[in-house]
């Protein structure tokens, strides 16, 4: 039987366009829904988002960016999917900060300080921080462009926490090269990876399918998806947003 908040989350992402908004929409939803529901109302829209249903693609994509923002929740739906081999980087190491031409390593509180400025050659150097909490005041940068986000994601080795953050960020996750970016990157948590496969293109999910580095389950989803449907070219009009 059809979970019934399929088709009530599948009618709000189509209802609702500004994607903030509807992502705290569904937190509203999701929070007061039973665990084993939301699971099965996920498993459902990534199947019918994997079978290209616009609208469960939608409602896949923002109930999962939604989980980002209720972490205790998102962690009893999802367990240790949300972990990863343990990361080389380590936000704390003053080896991996960037150099940002003051002659000295600088503080935490600096370096979230000049992740909000809009200037073009400090974006480029910010961008190298091994800090969650920089990179995410970054993600709200004005100047922040989506080859500088696409860039971030592929960066191996990276912070699972940077990556998440990336998905959990409206503004970014809408883009399919930012989610392509993160699905191929073994760094991203499982979980996380296997909601953004369904909204793949075909020829990422061959590419992915065949990554020994990717979790057996990420490549398990993508070959479940691929089995479900005859190869599509490539539509503009049908872009998840």
């Not at 509203?28 to 459902?44: F, K, M, P, Q």
């Not at 929740?73 to 980087?89: E, I, K, N, T, Y």
């Not at 073994?186 to 399918?209: G, R």
Request: contains cysteine; aromatic residues 2%; charged residues 30%.
């Amino acid at each position: 039987m059809e979970p019934i908040l399929v088709d009530v989350l599948c009618r709000r992402a189509s209802s609702v366009i500004d994607v903030a908004a509807r992502v705290q929409l569904f937190r509203g939803i999701l929070v007061i829904t039973e665990r084993d529901e939301l699971r099965a109302t996920l498993d459902r829209l990534a199947e019918r988002a994997g079978l290209r249903d616009t609208h469960a693609q939608v409602a896949l994509l923002t109930a999962e960016i939604a989980l980002c923002w209720e972490p205790d929740l998102q962690r009893a739906v999802h367990g240790d999917r949300l972990d990863v081999p343990a990361s080389a980087l380590d936000p704390d190491d003053e080896r991996l900060i960037p150099d940002y031409g003051r002659g000295r390593v600088l503080t935490l509180g600096e370096r979230k300080s000049l992740a909000r400025k809009p200037d073009r050659k400090l974006i480029d150097r910010v961008l190298r921080d091994p800090h969650p909490d920089v990179i995410e005041l970054l993600l709200m940068n004005p100047r922040l462009t989506e080859p500088d986000v696409v860039r971030l994601c592929a960066r191996r080795p990276n912070a699972p926490d940077i990556l998440l953050r990336v998905f959990r960020s409206p503004r970014w996750a809408i883009h399919p090269k930012v989610r392509t970016a993160l699905a191929l990157n073994p760094s991203t948590p499982p979980a996380i990876a296997e909601a953004v496969v369904p909204l793949l293109a075909p020829e990422d999910l061959h590419i992915l399918a065949q990554d020994q580095h990717a979790a057996l389950a990420v490549r398990r989803r993508c070959l479940e998806v691929l089995s479900r449907f005859a190869p599509l070219h490539d539509d503009p009009d049908r872009a998840v947003h």
